[in-house]
């Protein structure tokens, strides 16, 4: 089974609005971390925002904040006040506590566009 | 601060020819990941190093692959004889050792390599 699912291929919002970016994930492991990523089209890879398995709050940085329901195993990213320069791929990652590699496990990404 | 630092940028070159890819992690972090991203394939993990020493190799995919790490500042990442199929860009990424599962992976620019 995939460690991360993200099932949307490609997502369009118009400039200023809001857009949730959809993440599911599979772990037995009751300590975990998921992670977002933002990969413009230059090439690199961002780092956005972290959310721990035991937060009691969703974690937000500026307008990211992730929709954490743990019971649902869904970490969903969402961008407020879509800008143009929020177009790029976002990918969902998480680590396991249980492996000691601090190795990831990445989805397929979500292509993101922002619509003028 | 200084991220992790890849050279070269890109590279193009002849099949059969050897591929050098450089990387200098971010000072003071244990970890030191080599990944491979194709559309095919997205991020695939290849390799990663603990405190200088590779850990899990299983994602190289043959023998032409080689990584080394001398030294907690320098690791390469060597392909020969290069194939065609081998065209992707190659990212390296570093990390803390951290507790359980908060710290991220921080990549670098990436090597976008093309085999003719």
């Known amino acids: 089974a995939q460690k991360i699912t993200q099932t949307q291929p490609g997502m369009f919002v118009q400039e200023k609005e809001a857009v949730t970016l959809d993440c599911t994930y599979d772990t037995s492991d009751p300590s975990y971390g998921l992670f977002w990523y933002k990969q413009p089209s230059s090439g690199e890879m961002i780092f956005l925002i972290y959310?721990?398995?035991?937060?009691?709050q969703n974690a937000t940085e500026g307008r990211y904040s992730l929709n954490f329901q743990k019971a649902r195993k869904s970490a969903n990213l969402v961008i407020s006040a879509s800008q143009l320069g929020d177009s790029a791929m976002y990918f969902c990652a998480m680590r396991e506590a249980a492996n000691t590699g601090n190795q990831f496990y990445f989805g397929t990404g979500t292509s993101l566009t922002v619509i003028p | 601060d200084a991220g992790v630092i890849q050279s070269p940028r890109h590279e193009v070159t002849e099949m059969g020819q050897e591929v050098t890819l450089r990387c200098k992690p971010i000072s003071g972090h244990d970890y030191l990941f080599w990944y491979r991203q194709t559309m095919m394939r997205g991020l695939e993990l290849l390799i990663y190093?603990?405190?200088?020493?590779?850990?899990?190799d299983s994602g190289m995919p043959e023998d032409r692959f080689s990584a080394k790490m001398p030294n907690a500042s320098f690791s390469t990442l060597k392909i020969q004889p290069s194939e065609p199929r081998d065209s992707a860009v190659y990212f390296c990424?570093?990390?803390?050792?951290?507790?359980?599962?908060?710290?991220?992976?921080?990549f670098g620019d990436g090597t976008r390599l093309s085999i003719l």
């Open positions: 190093f603990n405190n200088n020493v590779p850990i899990d």
């Open positions: 959310q721990g398995s035991y937060d009691q």
């Open positions: 990424a570093s990390s803390l050792e951290g507790t359980g599962h908060n710290q991220p992976q921080h």
